[in-house]
């Protein structure tokens, strides 16, 4: 099977613009979850999304949405992006999201905000 | 509510030493716990997982980690360090039942590995 896919792999973007980023989960899989890392603050859970439905949401702005495609497929989107939004920003799959079920990890996409 | 401490963030061995990386964990509920690995410019890749059954869990890699519940600690452990270890460990709980089954993440330990 192949693994998790994440488009674009390195972003830079300008303090203000906007962001979207692309997440192909594996085949099969139905949870989709974003996670930031960074440095500093380690690994920040963004949301999930089951179903096209977002299942749960982490401590994060506004400015960060997401969105389920039928296929499974995720997308999430920064607005107005900051300085700090800089980070690597992974996308993870799970078969059902259960809590026994392990996540596999994207590659990340590596934005750069200047 | 759970939460996931990982003492020392750096560990430095030599090649073919005991690699020893520390995690323990809160939870009000019986939990999951596993550990992810993560390489340079890659994501976490799953090293082992406790759910139910035996304690001593056997992952990837040899390496292996052992769910002691009188001490709320899941340490990782590897006999012979090898120099493709190094790289960023993670471990992570979730819970069994009730309260969210998002992964709860430690900071990670960086693992050095000497020549």
């Known amino acids: 099977k192949a693994g998790v896919t994440q488009t674009p792999r390195y972003l830079i973007k300008t303090r203000g613009q906007q962001v979207t980023l692309s997440c192909s989960p594996i085949?099969?899989?139905?949870?989709v979850s974003w996670y930031q890392q960074t440095p500093g603050q380690g690994l920040q859970f963004l949301f999930e999304y089951f179903s096209e439905t977002q299942r749960n949401k982490g401590n994060f702005p506004g400015r960060f949405s997401g969105r389920q495609f039928s296929n499974s497929r995720s997308e999430m989107n920064v607005s107005t992006l900051e300085l700090g939004d800089s980070a690597l920003y992974l996308c993870a799959s799970s078969l059902t999201g259960q809590s026994s079920y392990e996540q596999y990890f994207g590659p990340g996409t590596r934005l750069t905000v200047t | 509510a759970q939460s996931v401490t990982q003492l020392g963030s750096h560990v430095s061995v030599s090649e073919g030493a005991l690699v020893l990386l520390r995690c323990n964990y809160s939870?009000?509920?019986?939990?999951?716990l596993f550990w992810y690995v993560q390489y340079p410019n890659q994501g976490l890749q799953l090293l082992l997982k406790?759910?139910?059954?035996?304690?001593l869990v056997k992952g990837i890699n040899g390496f292996e980690a052992e769910f002691k519940k009188s001490e709320t600690s899941f340490h990782l452990t590897k006999p012979s360090a090898h120099m493709s270890d190094a790289a960023e460990y993670f471990c992570a709980v979730t819970l069994a039942s009730g309260g969210s089954y998002i992964p709860t993440f430690g900071r990670g330990t960086s693992l050095i590995v000497h020549p």
């Open positions: 406790y759910t139910t059954g035996a304690t």
């Open positions: 939870s009000s509920v019986p939990p999951y």
């Open positions: 085949s099969g899989h139905r949870s």
